[in-house]
């Protein structure tokens, strides 16, 4: 990375579902966070989510956003398109960071090249566990869930 110029901040960039918003993506986005000076985290759409998760999100894309706004480490929210990565966006949020999460299905030597052909310069960091619990899972969360109120 060749870095931001004098007085610019360093803007750090996640995505991911954060349906059912727990400690596990907390701490992510505090570890996001601590690379850099700003932290924006594009939250996906529930296209994306069906695809993806082959279900419906608990919660609505617009929810998810308003609840990361909230988090005080998180600067600013976008919702993704419904198609994959858009790089459009990612383009005008113009990071120097791209953080990957420790769960997140994402090769990051074959992300970096997928920027780079997309004209987009930003470092791709993988963050490391650092909260290893059924607690931080979502899916476990939705077991636990079913299982306690629903059998």
Request: charged letters at 35%.
């Given at each position: 990375?060749?870095?931001?110029?004098?007085?610019?901040?360093?803007?750090?960039?996640?995505?991911?579902?954060?349906?059912?918003?727990?400690?596990?993506?907390?701490?992510?986005?505090?570890?996001?966070?601590?690379?850099?000076?700003?932290?924006?985290?594009?939250?996906?759409?529930?296209?994306?989510?069906?695809?993806?998760?082959?279900?419906?999100?608990?919660?609505?894309?617009?929810?998810?956003?308003?609840?990361?706004?909230?988090?005080?480490?998180?600067?600013?929210?976008?919702?993704?398109?419904?198609?994959?990565?858009?790089?459009?966006?990612?383009?005008?949020?113009?990071?120097?960071?791209?953080a990957?999460?420790?769960?997140?299905?994402?090769?990051?030597?074959?992300?970096?090249?997928?920027?780079?052909?997309?004209?987009?310069?930003?470092?791709?960091?993988?963050?490391?566990?650092l909260?290893?619990?059924?607690?931080?899972?979502?899916?476990?969360?939705?077991?636990?869930?079913?299982?306690?109120?629903?059998?």
């Amino acid at each position: 990375m060749s870095g931001p110029s004098k007085g610019r901040k360093i803007r750090v960039l996640v995505g991911g579902v954060f349906d059912i918003l727990h400690v596990g993506h907390v701490h992510f986005l505090k570890q996001a966070k601590e690379l850099g000076d700003e932290l924006v985290v594009i939250v996906a759409h529930d296209e994306t989510v069906r695809r993806n998760k082959r279900r419906n999100p608990i919660n609505p894309a617009e929810d998810r956003a308003e609840l990361l706004r909230a988090i005080r480490y998180v600067d600013e929210v976008y919702i993704g398109s419904p198609g994959g990565i858009d790089f459009e966006l990612v383009r005008r949020i113009n990071p120097d960071v791209i953080a990957i999460g420790p769960d997140q299905n994402f090769n990051c030597e074959k992300l970096k090249e997928e920027l780079k052909r997309h004209g987009i310069e930003a470092e791709v960091i993988r963050v490391p566990y650092l909260y290893k619990s059924d607690r931080a899972k979502t899916t476990k969360i939705i077991r636990r869930i079913v299982e306690e109120f629903c059998e």
